[in-house]
């Protein structure tokens, strides 16, 4: 049977990083410490995938952006001293080899920034697996598909031979805005009824 898809593009929070409630708890944190209003855990959730000062506007709305670099840098200070409490999903490392094994071209589109990207897959010895990576802060965020339309670029791959792997509707509007197909996995940020 040929194969469908040559470029499967993963979301990384709450898709191949079970880190939802890390990320979540840690803006809670974040809004906390600086006194503003602290976000219901299902709000918080809700902005997983996006960028950070996107995130910040969905959030945040009644705060004035001047306060958005305060929140991002006490969020990652509490993201980082979080982030080795969040494991892979069970099966990723495996299931990410036997992928690449079986000849498809993989890739991560993310809202993190690059300096938590480029962290987290040393961590967990997985960068060598991946052959291009888009954060948040170096396309529009989703789910604007500049970060789809860029790894096709890279990667010399058509629209109609990519999936966008992800978690949230964030991934999955994106898929759409590309024009690409989008799988859901209903064990990350958003319920299974809202993918």
């Known amino acids: 049977m040929p194969r469908q898809f040559e470029l499967l593009v993963f979301d990384w929070d709450g898709t191949l990083m079970d880190s939802t ?43 004035p952006p001047m306060f958005y670099p305060q929140v991002v840098e006490r969020y990652r200070v509490h993201f980082i001293s979080r982030e080795e409490k969040a494991p892979l999903f069970a099966g990723v490392e495996e299931t990410l080899k036997a992928l690449r094994a079986a000849g498809h071209s993989l890739a991560v589109a993310t809202g993190k920034s690059r300096r938590g990207l480029d962290r987290v897959l040393e961590r967990t010895g997985l960068k060598t697996l991946f052959d291009a990576t888009r954060c948040g802060e170096e396309a529009a965020s989703k789910p604007a598909p500049e970060m789809l339309f860029e790894l096709q670029a890279e990667l010399g791959i058509d629209k109609t031979a990519t999936l966008m792997i992800g978690d949230t509707t964030h991934d999955l509007q994106m898929a759409q805005n590309a024009g690409v197909a989008g799988l859901a996995v209903a064990f990350g940020a958003h319920p299974r009824e809202q993918l």
């Open 21 to 63: 409630a890390v990320i979540a708890g840690s803006l809670q944190a974040a809004c906390a410490d600086l006194g503003l209003p602290v976000p219901s855990e299902e709000r918080a959730r809700h902005i997983i995938g996006l960028g950070l000062h996107d995130a910040m506007r969905h959030v945040l709305p009644d705060v």
